[in-house]
């Protein structure tokens, strides 16, 4: 029987594809029931306030700095979204005075427009948002060397080769209104995936590259970074792929209920669970990873009965 046409964009494949069963059964979790679906490989962390949520967010950041040495550096690849960690990584460096001169940082991803990734002083550059946020408020004497700051570029040959011979202790993130990680978003519904979307395992062969943007991320971006508009929205991006995240020790994803809906945060978390790889619900492929963190604000997990507004 053929897959369902998405209800939101049908010419693209997204979670809206799947069996009603599973999208129900992930309605109905509770906080209790998320707590319980920790298994080998896959934890999931409940934090009670922001400011510990967001705290333990930049403690990610001191804790891959603090393992890098001369023969072993090592790092962190870091999201734009959120945001609120940032400022707190800095102060934290330049109080405990941690030395980074062999840390290493790899954003994850960057608008790409007109031909090119957009310039860092583009107003929603994910670049400028890390060196306005957290790299210009370190200690020059602290501060990670130029080098060692990452950025994906058009052309990804250089950042693809920043990854070897350094350690990603974690990759951080969060999760997007399309169960993305970075801009790793669903395809669209057309030729050799006109009927059923990508398997994991060719999903899994995707490497940093320039990606097409479902409808939902437009949407997303411009809400959470743009004030709804979305005409300011580049259409496409350059993002971290699927084989640099295997190379990764950890992937921690972060759920303050900012991002993805009540619904979006259960239904990852339960895929992931329960070893339900499906690349219609991108964030669901880290059911094949051996370490993944799902780390949620309690007060941002909400309820999935309808309550009308």
Known sequence: MPRKLS?????????????????????????????????????????????????????????????????????ICGPIGPTEQLPLVARLVNELEISLKDAHFWGMDEWFEAGREVPANHPLSFEKADRELCFDRIREDLRPPEQNLHFPKVDVSAFRESWNGVRCVVMQGGQGDVKHWAFNDP??????????????????????????????????????????????????????????????????????????????????????????????????????HPNVRFNYYRGGLGACSVEMH
């Open 187 to 288: 395809f669209r519904r057309e030729g050799a995936h006109a009927d059923e979307p990508p398997s994991p395992e060719e999903y899994r062969k995707l490497a940093t590259r320039v990606v097409e943007l479902h409808p939902i991320t437009l949407s997303q971006n411009a809400r959470t970074s743009g004030g709804g508009n979305v005409t300011m929205v580049p259409q496409q991006a350059i993002t971290v792929g699927p084989q640099e995240t295997w190379q990764a020790e950890r992937v921690s994803i972060w759920q303050a209920g900012t991002h993805d809906n009540p619904l979006g945060q259960r239904l990852t978390a339960l895929m992931i669970s329960k070893g339900i790889a499906d690349s219609a619900v991108p964030m669901s492929l880290l059911a094949e």
């Open 7 to 75: 209800c939101i964009a049908p010419d693209w494949w997204d979670y809206t594809t799947l069996e009603d069963d599973l999208i129900n059964n992930a309605a109905k979790l509770t906080e209790k029931d998320l707590l319980e679906l920790s298994r080998p490989g896959f934890e999931v962390r409940m934090y009670d306030t922001l400011e510990d949520f967001y705290l333990a967010e930049a403690l990610e950041y001191v804790e891959a700095w603090k393992q890098a040495t001369p023969d072993n550096p090592s790092g």
